[in-house]
């Protein structure tokens, strides 16, 4: 099974700076016959289910504000806020969709310095 | 609107049976592979299992192998979670998740969760 380690556990930034999270797969997601890598980022607050914010580790979701941007391939992925806002406030979970089971990070606490 | 909606959950004994239904609107069902995804109290996410959009094949987290099954039933746009044997460790709040196949296979929606206790 794939683990997947995300880094820090907690993260406090000070509204307008730039937040970045880190995700670590135990191999690789790349999927060599289409060069895509099978791995989310989603956001979840407080009392309510995760939403979805990149997919093939880079692809914004429809609606998703353009100051998420996800990055990295085969095993090392960041997820950056380029400039955060109060409601940005979430724990962030990576998924690697690569092979079952589909795992999730643990998790990034993200809050406002 | 796209929509999904739990139910079935409750408090059940060690040892005991619960099945979990989902009902979907607002997109063609069958088109869709689904998925159960779990969150015990305070902590991360678990994903539990998938079904593909005809109801052919399943994958399941080694954990809930054996005693949960998962099912489908696209003339009435729902999925289902059978959970047996179920354990105290099962505790959790269970999703139900729209797998975008164009995606790759990833959740894409998911609704608002139905909490299951296992506690005596």
């Known amino acids: 099974d794939i683990v997947m380690t995300q880094s820090p556990d907690s993260l406090a930034v000070s509204l307008g700076e730039r937040a970045t999270i880190n995700c670590k797969s135990s191999?690789?997601?790349?999927?060599?016959?289409?060069?895509?890598?099978?791995l989310a980022w989603y956001q979840q607050k407080p009392g309510q289910p995760p939403k979805m914010l990149i997919y093939?580790?880079?692809t914004r979701e429809s609606g998703v504000p353009d100051r998420f941007s996800g990055s990295g391939s085969g095993t090392d992925f960041t997820l950056t806020i380029s400039s955060l806002q109060a409601e940005d406030v979430a724990v962030y979970y990576c998924?690697?969709?690569?092979?079952?089971?589909?795992?999730f990070g643990q998790g990034t606490k993200l809050e406002i310095k | 609107e796209v929509q999904l909606v739990e139910s079935g959950g409750g408090l059940v004994q060690p040892g005991g049976s619960l099945r979990l239904s989902c009902a979907a609107s607002?997109?063609?069902?069958?088109?869709?592979?689904m998925a159960w995804v779990r969150q015990a109290p305070g902590k991360g996410l678990e994903w539990v299992a998938n079904?593909?959009?005809?109801?052919?094949?399943?994958n399941y987290v080694d954990s809930v192998k054996g005693r949960f099954t998962i099912s489908r039933d696209n003339a009435k746009n729902s999925q289902y979670l059978q959970m047996n044997s179920l354990r105290v460790e099962d505790t959790a709040v269970y999703y139900c998740?729209?797998?975008?196949?164009?995606?790759?296979?990833?959740?894409?929606?998911w609704g608002q969760g139905t909490m299951v206790t296992v506690s005596s």
């Open positions: 998740a729209r797998v975008d196949g164009a995606k790759g296979g990833t959740p894409d929606i």
């Open positions: 607002g997109f063609t069902f069958s088109n869709y592979w």
């Open positions: 079904i593909k959009y005809d109801g052919s094949g399943e």
């Open positions: 191999q690789s997601v790349l999927y060599s016959s289409n060069n895509k890598n099978y």
């Open positions: 093939w580790a880079s």
């Open positions: 998924q690697q969709y690569y092979s079952t089971p589909y795992s």
